[in-house]
């Protein structure tokens, strides 16, 4: 069946490092977000993101549709990053949004 | 422009009993989707309406409803609770339906059922 899959599951980093967070879809896609859950359960949405890069502060995100997948990168990290990050993917074969199963990420002081 | 809400913001309910929850979409959005978010996992759809018609059902049971009223505003109910039914209900607007290339969504702060 289609799936989103989100790599790594568990990220642990310092604060001021960065990181990249991957998302593989096996089908291809009308339009793709990231999204961040905070500790509260609030999803914020980060970047809408068919295709190309975006840029927003310290955060961009590239999607790469012929190669299906996406990167959300985050450069130097705060505390307040921590959280899980989602990826959701809208199929072009029957416009459902697919859930990956998100990345924990953990920024210590 | 106020973002979506909904409410109530927490519930506690019993087995076998029925729960509303509502959801006020965006100024302008017309979409409103209904997702389920299991604690560790990510959302699973539930339903996704737009213009007051259903537009896309996900995979459960008929226990679980919605509507979507003129003014954009949706319910989603669920009838004889299960204690599976725990979870955080999550709404989202968005201005067009999907397939459209405009269906960026945006999320509420979801209603936290707690079944007993």
């Known amino acids: 069946g289609i799936q989103v899959e989100q790599s790594p599951p568990d990220l642990i980093l310092q604060e001021g490092a960065n990181s990249t967070l991957r998302c593989n879809f096996s089908?291809?896609?009308?339009?793709l977000q990231w999204f961040h859950q905070n500790p509260w359960g609030q999803l914020i949405n980060l970047f809408y993101?068919?295709?190309?890069?975006k840029q927003n502060g310290r955060l961009s995100a590239t999607t790469v549709a012929t190669e299906r997948y996406s990167l959300l990168y985050i450069s130097s990290s705060q505390t307040t990053d921590s959280g899980v990050y989602f990826c959701?993917?809208?199929?072009?074969?029957?416009?459902?949004?697919?859930w990956g199963a998100g990345t924990k990420l953990i920024i210590k002081p | 422009d106020a973002g979506v809400t909904q409410s109530p913001t927490h519930l506690i309910k019993t087995r076998g009993q029925q729960v509303t929850l509502r959801c006020s979409p965006i100024?302008?959005?017309?979409?409103v989707s209904w997702y389920q978010q299991v604690l560790g996992q990510g959302p699973q759809f539930i339903f996704q309406?737009?213009?007051?018609?259903?537009?896309g059902r996900g995979n459960f049971p008929d226990r679980f409803s919605a509507r979507q009223f003129p003014n954009y505003s949706s319910e989603l109910n669920v009838n004889a609770l299960l204690l599976g039914d725990s979870a955080l209900y999550l709404c989202?607007?968005?201005?067009?339906?999907?397939?459209?290339?405009?269906?960026?969504?945006?999320f509420g702060p979801g209603t936290r059922l707690t079944v007993t």
């Open positions: 100024s302008g959005h017309k979409s």
């Open positions: 993101i068919p295709s190309g890069t």
């Open positions: 089908d291809s896609v009308n339009n």
């Open positions: 309406y737009y213009e007051k018609e259903e537009r």
């Open positions: 989202a607007s968005s201005r067009r339906p999907p397939g459209t290339g405009d269906y960026e969504q945006y």
């Open positions: 959701a993917a809208e199929m072009n074969s029957n416009y459902q949004l697919i």
